[in-house]
Nanobody
Framework: VQLQASGGGLVQPGGSLRLSCVDSGRSFSSNSMGWFRQAPGKEREFVGVISRGGGSSFYGDSVKGRFTISRDKDLNTVYLQMNYLKPEDSALYYC?????????????????WGQGTLVTVSS
């Protein structure tokens, strides 16, 4: 598993952004995929997770109803669609892979991590 996240940038409050995370390995369909974020001086926060088959997804309370995770098995890519962005969404966003059917909000359940992509929400 080798994860590469992209798509971060500067966006105004209320705007949208879509992050992508490509797995260049061979086991994409075997892993649940999660997104986390970390703002300066804060702990890493669970954003959401999608099951390995894509049929189930779960979100942190702070993003529920605004963010959506999806995955494309043909492209080995997981996406994080972020709508109605707020300044408090500003953070470094990481994608991560958890083995098998693991569905968890705990970072230590994820064995592989991407390098992070920076999202800044500001006017």
């Amino acid at each position: 598993v080798q994860l590469q996240a992209s798509g971060g940038g500067l966006v105004q409050p209320g705007g949208s952004l879509r992050l992508s995370c490509v797995d260049s390995g061979r086991s994409f369909s075997s892993n649940s995929m999660g997104w986390f974020r970390q703002a300066p001086g804060k702990e890493r926060e669970f954003v959401g997770v999608i099951s390995r088959g894509g049929g189930s997804s779960f979100y942190g309370d702070s993003v529920k109803g605004r963010f959506t995770i999806s995955r494309d098995k043909d492209l080995n890519t997981v996406y994080l669609q972020m709508n109605y962005l707020k300044p408090e969404d500003s953070a470094l966003y990481y994608c991560a892979a958890a083995p098998g059917s693991t569905i968890s909000s705990l970072p230590d359940r994820y064995h592989y991590w991407g390098q992070g992509t920076l999202v800044t929400v500001s006017s």
